[in-house]
């Protein structure tokens, strides 16, 4: 009787482990295109992603970059202080969306322009995303709101 309930248990280990197992995997599959990473234009231009890989790019709106074009189509420099990467982007912009402010867009880095499928504008005058004002920190060009 001892070996039975031995042998029993040692089955239900095995069987949860295998379920742990096949569970971590399923989400990690699930999850493989929802994550997208954040880099900043200068880790862009240093190190340029695979043009299928899509991520995060955030910095702000280069005065004078703004340029509209036909339709919906959008063309703009983002910069960090340090690099600028030209963007491309179909679609209707944020209200916020202004030259020099803060943004973050996810898309795709294809032959040196990041081709946008989403962009994310700042919500009033002080907010900027976090790893936005991390990449300006990392470059020195960071000002506390408030400060001239």
Known sequence: ????????RV????????ALAVST???????????NFFR???QVVETPPAATETFRLGGLVEEGSLIRGQGETVTFNVTDGGE?????????????FAENQGMIGTGKYVNGVFEASEILAKHDETYMPREVVDALKEQGVYQE????
Do not use: E, F, H
Request: glycine share 12%; charged share 20%; net charge positive.
């Open 40 to 42: 900043s234009p200068t």
């Open 84 to 96: 600028s990467v030209r963007v491309s982007y179909t679609g209707v912009l944020p209200d916020l």
């Open 25 to 35: 995997a399923l989400i990690g599959y699930g999850m493989r295109d929802g994550i």
């Open 1 to 8: 009787m001892k070996g039975l309930k031995k042998k029993r």
């Open 145 to 148: 709101p408030g400060d001239s």
């Open 11 to 18: 089955q239900v280990i095995l069987l949860a482990a295998v």
